[in-house]
Every structure is written in structure tokens, then in C-alpha cells.
T-cell receptor, first 115, second 113 residues
């Protein structure tokens, strides 16, 4: 069964600082990996996705993530955080193959940005 | 930019009542999903739907739940007899192809009293 772990429940950074949110997954084959962001009272917005190919993927809002198969990780990074990045971030793994695309989510990381 | 829409944004119902949550997926998408998020917990998969039938469902999706695509645009989740523990945010999502990225609606907050 697929699973996702986000070790950090809450992270606080200063505006302008760099950011890395951790995500570890468990899946038997090559996973499809996603990062979503949820602002208070809002739905889930897709930040970026990995299916295959280049292991460093670029997303919206200046975010990027790197797939490391050897570490079963898909960490999200941003070189300089803006106050508007404060939100909850979810890593998700999707099953390929014969699956119809069920996503399994991590428990989320709440990002607080200090001015 | 096309988006997934959901109505209502908030639904309050009494225990034992039936509720129908509505979603309009992105128009050229073929795969549809429902997820829920109980306050403070993970987003959980409920069901996937393709070609007018359920393709996969979780153990949460018991006989109290049903889904339907009544016309070419709507996708609904029905809970027949709501329980207190059904209180959650329910998200609809759609995808163009199997296994591709899913686009989520803003959610319906269901409160069962």
C-alpha cells in the first residue's frame, strides 16, 4: 500500500529565507508525486508534479521539488519565501499502472512566515 | 482557466438526513474523484469514477455513500443517512487522464449536528 510521510507538522521561516519541506513516500513501483498547497478556507492547488524524466521539477510560485529514488523522497524547496506563501502544504503519491489515480496524502506541513 | 466548482460551500444537516454534494468537474476531464478531510486530519480518498461507474473506492465509502454523474457536467456525492463522524470538508477533483494530475474544487464543508 502506498503511504506518504511529512515529518514536519509546522515550520516557521522568515520572509526572504529559503525553505525546504520534506516528503517521504512508500510505493512499490515508480510513483507519481505531487505537491499541493491549501490556504485557509481554500481548496487544494497543484504546485508541481513528477511523473518521470528529469528529477528536478519546477512548479508555480517559484517552487521546485527533487525526486530522489534512493531516499524515497520528494522534497519541496523555494529559495526565497514570501509572506503570501504561508499556507498548508501537502505531498501526495499517486499510483500509476492499472490504478485509476487514487492519491494518498501526507498529513501536511503548516508554513508560517515571519516578516 | 477552467476550474472545478462545488456547491454548496457549507452544508449543515441533522444526523440521519440525506445530503447531496455537487461538483462540476473541468469540462474535458474524464476521471472524477471525491476526497474528504476531517478537521486536523489527512485528506483521504473516497472514490474514483470513470465511464459512468465506480473504478475504485476506499473502505470509508460504504453503502451510505453513492456517486452519480446525472448529466454531462455534474458529479454528485450522496450520503444517505448522515452520522456525526461524516462532518468534514469534502473535495471533488477531476483529471484528464488516468494517473495524471488532479484538480481540486474549493470543497464543501459538511457539518452534521
Amino acid at each position: 500500500a502506498q503511504s506518504v510521510t511529512q515529518p514536519d507538522i509546522h515550520i516557521t521561516v522568515s520572509e526572504g529565507a529559503s525553505l525546504e519541506l520534506r516528503c517521504n513516500y512508500s510505493y512499490g513501483a515508480t510513483p507519481y508525486l505531487f505537491w499541493y498547497v491549501q490556504s485557509p478556507g481554500q481548496g487544494l492547488q497543484l504546485l508541481l508534479k513528477y511523473f518521470s524524466g528529469d528529477t528536478l521539477v519546477q512548479g508555480i510560485k517559484g517552487f521546485e521539488a527533487e525526486f530522489k529514488r534512493s531516499q524515497s523522497s520528494f522534497n519541496l524547496r523555494k529559495p526565497s519565501v514570501h509572506w503570501s506563501d504561508a499556507a498548508e502544504y501537502f505531498c501526495a503519491v499517486g499510483a500509476g499502472g492499472t490504478s485509476y489515480g487514487k492519491l494518498t496524502f501526507g498529513q501536511g506541513t503548516i508554513l508560517t512566515v515571519h516578516p | 482557466e477552467p476550474e472545478v466548482t462545488q456547491t454548496p460551500s457549507h452544508q449543515v444537516t441533522q444526523m440521519g438526513q440525506e445530503v447531496i454534494l455537487r461538483c462540476v468537474p473541468i469540462s474535458n476531464h474524464l476521471y472524477f474523484y471525491w476526497y474528504r478531510q476531517i478537521l486536523g486530519q489527512k485528506v483521504e480518498f473516497l472514490v474514483s469514477f470513470y465511464n459512468n461507474e465506480i473504478s475504485e473506492k476506499s473502505e470509508i465509502f460504504d453503502d451510505q455513500f453513492s456517486v452519480e454523474r446525472p448529466d454531462g457536467s455534474n458529479f454528485t456525492l450522496k450520503i444517505r443517512s448522515t452520522k456525526l463522524e461524516d462532518s468534514a470538508m469534502y473535495f471533488c477533483a477531476s483529471s484528464r487522464d488516468r494517473g495524471r494530475e488532479q484538480y481540486f474544487g474549493p470543497g464543501t464543508r459538511l457539518t452534521v449536528t
